[in-house]
């Protein structure tokens, strides 16, 4: 029975990391999943803020362009007039 007992014991041990191994590789895919989720979660994020900061540069170049046309018109009408950059704030 001697001899039995330690090849038992060796079936045992193999079993166990067997087991540990699959907890650990099942840990570790449940892991994988979590993060390729959050990955795709950012992804989709910076995704739509490039396409929000796109729309508002166009909006911002179209602005800009208005302004000058506004500014250019309104110079031809009244003269040099300063704008709104060259005024002082009220504090002064």
């Known amino acids: 029975m001697n001899s039995d007992t330690p090849q038992h014991e060796s079936i045992t041990e193999t079993e ?22 959050w990955l795709d979660s950012l992804d989709a994020a910076v ?8 729309q508002l540069e166009r909006l911002s170049n179209a ?3 208005r302004l000058q046309e506004l500014r250019a018109s309104h ?12 005024e002082l704030p009220p504090h002064y």
């Open 75 to 86: 110079g031809d009408l009244q003269g040099d007039m300063p704008g709104p950059e060259d």
């Open 63 to 65: 602005m800009q362009t």
């Open 16 to 37: 166990n990391p067997s087991a540990d191994t699959a907890q650990r590789l099942e840990a570790l895919e449940s892991r994988l999943a979590y993060q390729e989720h």
């Open 47 to 54: 995704a739509q803020q490039e396409r929000r900061l796109m």
